[in-house]
């Protein structure tokens, strides 16, 4: 079991950054993988990016690419989504995810096990 707790959003104007951050409890978090996922208003939960267990493998939607560095820290059970050149279409709630298997389905929500209550991110234009 793990709990997760994201901080690091806020309000930031159009090309600038933040950097989220995901806490996870317990013993197990480097058997993880995780995830970043995003909500906007009215729309479907989307996949941002994915990080492996060892962090050796990241993944990125093509929407985010060149932009965002997903990163963890083993050690202090943290995940990390570095998010420059932000867009207004970018708004929304981010959730970070935690997933067990390590699926190779890593964009898909359903294979995450446990969410954080995620934390808002608002890119003003």
């Known amino acids: 079991q793990v709990q997760l707790v994201e901080s690091g959003g806020g309000l930031v104007q159009a090309g600038g950054s933040l950097r989220l951050s995901c806490a996870a409890s317990?013993?197990?978090?480097?058997?993880?993988?995780m995830g970043w996922f995003r909500q906007a208003p009215g729309k479907e939960r989307e996949f941002v990016a994915a990080?492996?267990?060892?962090?050796?493998?990241?993944y990125y939607a093509d929407s985010v690419k060149g932009r965002f560095t997903i990163s963890r820290d083993n050690a202090k059970n943290t995940v990390y989504l570095q998010m420059n050149r932000l867009k207004p279409k970018e708004k929304g709630v981010y959730y970070c995810?935690?997933?067990?298997?390590?699926?190779?389905?890593?964009?898909?929500?359903?294979?995450?096990?446990?969410w954080g209550q995620g934390t808002q991110v608002t890119v003003s234009s």
């Open positions: 995810a935690a997933d067990w298997s390590e699926s190779y389905y890593y964009s898909r929500s359903y294979v995450y096990d446990h």
């Open positions: 317990g013993r197990t978090f480097s058997s993880y993988a």
């Open positions: 990080i492996s267990t060892s962090g050796l493998r990241t």
